[in-house]
């Protein structure tokens, strides 16, 4: 196995669930683990946290939805983005939840359906300002009441989703929350009732209580991060990504490092690679910009990003071969040193965003999946999260 690796701390996960759960208590937890679970692997995740007893999985595609029952779990799924027509008979032979945001999609989706003497779970989705998919919100009535005669379809949620959740100053997100709570009022005046009413993703749950209704979709706060919170929310970072020294030289004044001679040593050091570059999904964009940490220090990574290796300067410190380096996630040393780098850090540093500095980590790069000694059914005490 390479030694370049992204460890994974399932007791991590497990803290970052309970500080969700106390937060949005009274509504279930729609786990996200589209993307290979931001990154982390979809499926030892989805495993996780169905263990953990969240209610509900989302993808954002039908495969993604298929390589989770292939692999045994049971947990319901809903596919999140819009399903197209050729994958109607697969979504009603496992039942899927959907997202219903078109009429004709859905008449395909209740032939299959009714063909295979099925049914399949519907969220009527309402656009309130994201303008991707969806109803809008004075279509809302007219939609349901369509999808309720369409026969193999069971109308059983609401949602939408927030285009400025990660944004306390802006008020979007309460503009949207408006139109959301309009639909769902002339909804139920009409006589609908949902099972599934669901608005919050990360973002909003921190934003606003009055987003969570029935349900909450968590994904980015899981894995450790609680973007566009006001207060301080103690969430533990999942992934760390690790490495090790491969080669090291010295380089002396003038002398130019990796390609385009982007970096020019300007005085006596030592560089040392590392097998990790853009090809593993650390992206180009930082070059020039990030850091490493190596035996509890920060060090700046130099020249040019490659594809499978990157060039850290150590000054004058003398480092072996083998010896491990923090690209992201902390470390310390003997000597009392500590240092952390998060996905916010790289993020800025990138000119992105912590989403995409997770998701970017390639299938090349192992996954190694650990937790401590605390069992499942535990209750933690070690820390008591600020919500």
Known sequence: MRTTQAHIDLTALRWNLEVVRRRTAGSRLLGMVKANAYGHGIVPIAR?????????????????????????????????????????EEIARHQFHVVACDIVQMQHLS????????????????????????????????????????????????????????????????????LFESALDQLT????????????????????????????RTGLSLFGYAIGAETD?????????????????????????????????????????????YG???????????????????YPVVGSICMDELMVNIGAEDFPVGQEVVLLGTQSAANGEFAAIDAIELAEKAGTIPYEILTAISARVPRVYHRDTLMPNDTIKTESPNV
């Open 48 to 88: 996780a946290l169905s263990d953990l007893d969240v209610h509900m999985l989302g993808t954002a595609y039908l495969g993604e939805a298929c390589e989770l029952r292939s692999c045994g779990i049971q947990t319901e799924v809903i596919i999140l983005t819009p399903t197209e027509v050729h994958e109607a």
């Open 111 to 178: 032939d299959a359906a009714i063909a295979q003497d099925t049914t399949v779970p519907v969220h009527l989705y309402i656009d309130t300002g994201m303008m991707r998919e969806g109803f809008r919100y004075t279509e809302a009535v007219a939609a349901a009441e369509q999808l309720s005669r369409m026969r193999g379809l069971r109308l059983v949620g609401l949602c939408t989703h927030f285009a400025t959740a990660d944004d306390p100053a802006s008020p979007f997100l309460h503009q949207q929350l408006a």
């Open 189 to 216: 005046t009409a006589g609908f009732a949902f099972e599934y009413v669901h608005a919050a993703n990360s973002g909003a749950l921190w934003m606003s209580r009055s987003t969570h209704f029935t349900m909450v």
């Open 233 to 277: 929310v103690a969430l533990r970072p999942v992934l760390s990504l690790r490495s090790t020294i491969i080669s090291k030289r010295k380089a002396w004044p003038g002398e130019s490092i990796s390609y385009g001679q982007r970096y020019i040593v300007s005085e006596e050091c030592t560089i040392v690679t590392i097998p990790i570059g």
């Open 280 to 298: 593993d999904g650390y992206l180009r964009g930082l070059t020039g910009h990030a850091e490493c940490i190596i035996n509890g220090r920060k």
